[in-house]
């Protein structure tokens, strides 16, 4: 089977870091809000390894607490 690639199938990585630092921040946000620590670390885990598959940095959100979680 001949796979095509449309314009539409192709991402920025610049993209794909935007959307996983949304996920994080929305991560921390909700997870301040219910208070659970082993959801928002596993969560933030499971994030972290996916911007390793692309070879992506990521960012603490600003609305982390310092030293809270990430270095």
């Keep these: 089977m001949k796979q095509s690639i449309r314009g ?14 949304a996920l994080l921040a929305t991560n921390e946000t909700i997870g301040q809000m ?15 390894a996916v911007a390793t598959a692309f070879d992506i940095k990521l960012q603490r959100p600003d609305v982390f607490r310092e030293g809270e979680f990430y270095e």
Excluded at 8 to 21: A, H, N, T
């Design 8 to 21: 539409s199938d192709v991402f920025v990585k610049e993209d794909i870091r935007s959307v996983l630092q």
């Design 34 to 48: 219910v208070g659970v620590v082993e959801y928002r670390k596993g969560f933030a885990s499971a994030i972290a």
